[in-house]
């Protein structure tokens, strides 16, 4: 009986993504918005105080960067665009009003592909646009608790983009993937950090639920304060089930502004929701209209980098590469540039060019998505600063497939790679002198492994027995053997091969 309830409700949810923007000036004055260097009110001046008689200035580079975005998503770009005024009083925005966009934003109607559960959706984007920051508070306790705050107008005036999507999602499942695409593409495209923890991205979500297959939209409610994908995915799972039992009880759902209690794992209310109508836009008369050229647009797209989605069917239609590969290899675009150097560099010495790079993708693939990872990962740094560049991966994988080394000993290369790293270390050090300088380098001469063979059969005879009864298991034993008695120098795959012969399989 329980199931059939859960069944009869859905949920609509939309996201509104807030993105600040990789600009080194404000969005309409000269101050840094690096907000987060120098002490508290530093970066400010009359503009973005909104002090009489100030003038703003808009920045080119944040409009180009917000036709950036919309590009990636798939949206129109009108050729007429403007800024208006959202007037509301809050403490953390010093002029009274926040310069936005409203009927006349910089983009419209794209969309963005996310998977679930093996199940491809597509949230529609209503819009892309751009305004301006606030101030940040601090408050003295919990945002429902608190009794006084303090306020830094460092931030007030950074550019902040605006991803308002479509109420095309059902669950917080959904919503957060959603999210997560979204940063990648930003952080993908250049246009910004996504750090959520420093709040240059933030999400608000609009939920409401209704009985299954219904027309009409449910009563909506704003969710505010969610700095990461777990608050998004709790808030949102939290507030579903709230109006759910709401509804099938007959209490009434108040459209109003919630906020997300992170400690109690709760939404709380805040204040009931504005209208637009409420914050009274008009166009902002200090700017004026944006009059996009067609040739900025056309620039702009064809500056655009091969796309997260793009590059991940390419791995896999191209590379055979499975969805799960593509998709770790294209979490981040530096990851997918050094899996794409290391491949080139496969090519360069192999002789046969792009068929060796598609027969050790796949190799080269769980060396990035693992070992490289692991040691960015641990380093807490970037890609960029590894030593272990994608050349020397790539000698690396070749050492091992021609059996000079085995793959535990290409383990043991690739971590004396990444300790020096670790250490600060600036003389580069190459594969083969960490080879060489621990004594690593396999024998494969025939006549000294075979010599080792029979050292290791006549220390196993029980296993070389087991094994010739048919007990395949045992040929591990015996390989073991020659590894002690080589002191790890004999060439595994090698005595494998030399093994079997000697013993008649």
């Given amino acids: 009986m329980a199931v059939e309830v859960e069944l009869e409700i859905e949920a609509v949810i939309g996201l509104e993504v807030h993105a600040q923007l990789l600009t080194r000036s404000k969005m309409f004055c000269s101050c840094s918005a690096a907000y987060l260097a120098g002490g508290p009110n530093s970066h400010t001046c009359p503009v973005c105080l909104g002090l009489p008689g100030s003038l703003p200035v808009i920045n080119r580079r944040a409009v180009e960067f917000t036709i950036r975005t919309a590009l990636a998503l798939n949206c129109a770009i009108p050729e007429f665009s403007k800024f208006d005024r959202k007037n509301y009083f809050y403490p953390d925005l010093p002029k009274g009003y926040q310069i936005s966009q409203y009927d006349l934003p910089l983009s419209r109607q794209g969309h963005l592909d996310v998977e679930v559960d093996g199940r491809l959706r597509r949230v529609g984007i209503t819009r892309v646009h751009l305004e301006e920051d606030t101030g940040k508070l601090t408050h003295s306790g919990a945002i ?27 669950n917080a499942d959904e919503a957060r993937q959603y999210m997560q695409r979204l940063r990648q593409l930003l952080v993908w495209i250049g246009v910004s950090d996504g750090n959520l923890e420093e709040g240059s991205l933030r999400c608000d979500a609009n939920v409401s639920v209704r009985r299954a297959g219904a027309a009409e939209l449910g009563t909506k409610v704003e969710i505010k304060n969610m700095n990461s994908f777990r608050a998004v995915h709790l808030a949102l799972g939290y507030e579903i089930e ?53 040739e900025l647009v056309d620039t702009i797209r064809a500056g655009l980098p091969e796309l997260p989605a793009a590059r991940a069917a390419r791995f896999r239609d191209q590379l055979g590469l499975s969805g799960y590969d593509a998709d770790q290899l294209t979490a981040s675009r530096d990851l997918a540039d050094y899996f794409e150097e290391v491949l080139v560099a496969l090519g360069d010495g192999a002789g046969d060019g792009a068929a060796q790079v598609s027969r050790t993708a796949k190799e080269a693939a769980n060396w990035v998505i693992g070992e490289v990872n692991r040691a960015v990962n641990e380093a807490s740094g970037s890609i960029a600063e590894l030593k272990v560049r994608p050349r020397a991966l790539a000698t690396l994988i070749r050492r091992k497939a021609a059996g000079d080394i085995s793959h535990n000993q290409a383990k043991e290369v690739f971590e004396a790679l990444a300790a020096a790293d670790a250490a600060g270390t600036t003389e580069q050090v190459t594969v083969d002198e960490v080879i060489e300088a621990r004594g690593m380098r396999q024998v494969t001469d025939s006549s000294q492994l075979e010599a080792w063979v029979e050292s290791a059969l006549a220390e196993e005879p029980q296993a070389a027995a087991d094994f010739r009864a048919g007990n395949e298991r045992a040929i591990g034993r015996l390989v073991g053997a020659v590894m002690r008695v080589s002191g790890g120098k004999a060439n595994g795959p090698s005595v494998n091969a030399i093994l079997r012969e000697k013993l008649g399989r």
């Fill in 144 to 170: 429902d608790t608190s009794v006084s705050s303090r306020v830094d107008l460092n931030r007030a005036g950074v550019p902040l983009m605006e991803i308002v999507s479509e109420p095309d999602m059902r």
């Fill in 242 to 294: 709230r109006q759910r039992l709401a509804l099938l009880g007959g209490e009434p759902i108040v459209q109003e502004t919630r906020g997300w209690n992170e400690a109690k794992g709760i939404t709380v209310g805040q204040r009931s929701k504005e209208y637009a109508h409420d914050y009274r836009y008009f166009p902002e008369p200090d700017l004026p209209p944006l009059q996009v050229q067609r």
